[in-house]
């Protein structure tokens, strides 16, 4: 399990990260994780989205719940006990990583366990498949009050200069989707599916 002092505290605006790669930065409307987990939904953090330039919305992405189901799946065993939810929160974060090409991502000290279990699970299925696996640092976040909870942002590898030109997270995410089936294709044709 991941240690809080192997983390670096940011305040809720951070400064850019500084790194050899070039980051892009990625704010997450995390609505897809919470409809399917049965809680109340609200797209209050949308707005805040709309005004930045690297808001995407996962429920428009379905390619995250895919390989998060994926994921889940692999642990299931035919002689345990149904669970009320196939995925848990672990799983959702392992596929943004992958499929976002996240490097790093502001949690909440609370979620730095989910991080270590996520990327855990990437590591054993890309060692599987003969893939470079993707790994993700948290950046220790102080959590905003409020719906902004629904709201994850990370630092991404990909270059999403295309994305940039897009006006709305509608608009953004549509491009984005392009990239992320390209990014699935690859570790699900891997995977026989």
């Known amino acids: 399990m991941a240690d809080s002092r192997d983390t670096i505290t940011i305040p809720q605006r951070a400064l850019p990260l500084q790194r050899a790669a070039v980051l892009w930065p990625v704010y997450l409307l995390t609505d ?12 209050a953090p949308l707005s805040a989205l709309e005004a930045g330039d ?5 429920s428009l992405l ?21 669970a009320a939810r196939l ?27 989910q991080l270590a ?10 060692q599987e498949l003969g893939l470079a696996a993707p790994r993700a640092e948290a950046l220790l ?4 009050p409020g719906d902004a909870s629904m709201l994850m942002q990370g630092w991404s590898g990909i270059a999403f200069e295309n994305m940039m030109a897009a006006s709305g997270a509608i ?8 990239q992320l089936r390209l990014r699935a294709g690859v570790w699900l044709t891997r995977l026989g599916l």
Request: charged share 20%; net charge neutral.
């Open 32 to 43: 897809a994780e919470a409809m399917v987990a049965g809680e109340p939904v609200s797209l």
């Open 54 to 58: 690297a808001g995407l919305i996962e």
């Open 62 to 82: 379905p390619e995250i719940r895919q390989l998060a189901m994926v994921l889940a799946s692999r642990r299931y065993q035919e002689t345990s006990p149904a």
């Open 87 to 113: 995925s848990d929160a672990a799983d959702w974060l392992a596929a943004r990583i992958l499929l976002l090409g996240l490097s790093h991502i502001a949690l909440p000290e609370s979620s730095l366990g």
């Open 117 to 126: 279990i996520a990327n855990q699970r990437l590591a054993a299925l890309a």
């Open 141 to 144: 976040l102080v959590p905003p």
């Open 171 to 178: 608009a953004r995410t549509r491009m984005m989707r392009v």
